[in-house]
């Protein structure tokens, strides 16, 4: 029996404008997307009986979030279904039966795209122990149907994503800086939070090629918003409450809510100067993570993170 596997690290909107809607109901977006440390973790083991049928286990700290008789509709569940539709019946029934573990240490339904992290790893975990190799534009076209987040989460590279998130361009190069995320227990529903938001449109940013230093980048970024975070406050005040500690954090230079919430973000100078600052933020029930950016795609860098119950 072999063992593979993946990490699914958390993606931070930096900005989010909503830039128009489509006639399905969709928004359009530009978004600047990065990957932090946080990961949850996936380990596949292939079983003995052929099928393609994708068995799912979760453990960790967030398991408890995730119901277990809700495994048929994990993203992770979908991502083996959808492969096994792509390979059609024949090729599908040649396919080894797969047992996913997923070790889930974001927070569920959070903003910071856990859920489509997991399908990303999933698709990219699942294609290599099946052998499949599906070319980039149907791949993505693939991933675009679990989820708008799941194409960025494939790569775990910073990128601009436009569309309703699945048109990706590269992110202006990044400065070295450090992040904190903070989540105060609380699941927001994105669909209605969308609902919820004001019905303005946000211009298309203007962004250089690369941010040199994190000042000029948090200028840049300042001079963005999240178009989401109004909305998401009205539905969960305490939002606000993590905004407002995060902003009084000792070095913070940015704080925003990423995606459609509850979790919010800061930067700093350094992953040092945030892991020093988690503790002005802890509070009873918030989940807290400090550490590095992944500048160049989805390396594990090192961080350190807690829910304080
Ligand atoms: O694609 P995903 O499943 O992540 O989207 C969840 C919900 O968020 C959608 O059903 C839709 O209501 C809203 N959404 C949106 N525009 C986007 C992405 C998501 O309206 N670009």
Sequence with gaps: MSSLHEMAHAKINLYLHVTGRRDDGYHLLDSLAVFAGAADELRLHQGSRRGGQVGLRIEGTFAPGLQADDCADNLIVRAGALLRAHVGPDGAAQLPDVDIVLRK?????????GGSADAAAALRLLCKVWALDIARAPFMELATRLGADVPVCLDQRAARMEGIGE??????????????LVNCGQSVSTPQVFRTRAPVFTPRAILPPQWPTLAEMVRDLAAQRNDLQDAACALCPEITTVLDVLRAAPGCRLARMSGSGATCFALFDSPAVAQ??????????????AGDLCRSGGRAVQGIGAVLA
């Design 167 to 180: 048109e990706l361009t590269p992110a202006p190069a990044l400065p070295p800086c450090g992040m904190m």
């Design 105 to 113: 240490e974001l927070p569920v339904a959070s903003g910071i795209g």
């Design 276 to 289: 020093a600052a988690q503790g002005a933020v802890r509070r009873e029930g918030w989940w807290v993570w």
